[in-house]
């Protein structure tokens, strides 16, 4: 499977909101569904910053994971999780997925992982 193929499932299936592309500017060159829009600027800031928790579209989430590769946030208020993640054959550019309330996070992890490498 391609990964537009997948990234539509995991959407599709109910388990994330939207799946996106990011370029290394922040600028978004795929994403699903067409009509979603991830808050990419707040979820970079929140990557490079140091602190415990960040706001992303108004919702305070918990940073479970921060490396060079990797970013994991999850809101206990019911905001989901939020993992972007450095594309591992499509160089310069990041996966973004947002995963709807109620998956675990190492599931979210585990699907997520998936698209690394389509």
Do not use: C, Y
């Amino acid at each position: 499977m391609s990964f537009e193929e997948v990234a539509k499932s995991l959407v599709n299936s109910g388990l994330a909101e939207g799946v996106a592309l990011v370029d290394a500017s922040g600028n978004v060159v795929w994403k699903w569904p067409e009509d979603w829009n991830p808050p990419v600027s707040e979820l970079l800031s929140g990557w490079r910053s140091q602190e415990p928790g960040v706001l992303i579209g108004g919702v305070r989430f918990s940073v479970l994971e921060r490396t060079d590769d990797k970013f994991v946030a999850s809101s206990v208020s019911g905001g989901g999780v939020w993992i972007v993640m450095k594309h591992l054959t499509r160089k310069g550019q990041l996966i973004v997925v947002k995963f709807k309330p109620g998956i675990d996070v190492m599931s979210a992890s585990l699907e997520a992982s998936r698209l690394r490498t389509l």
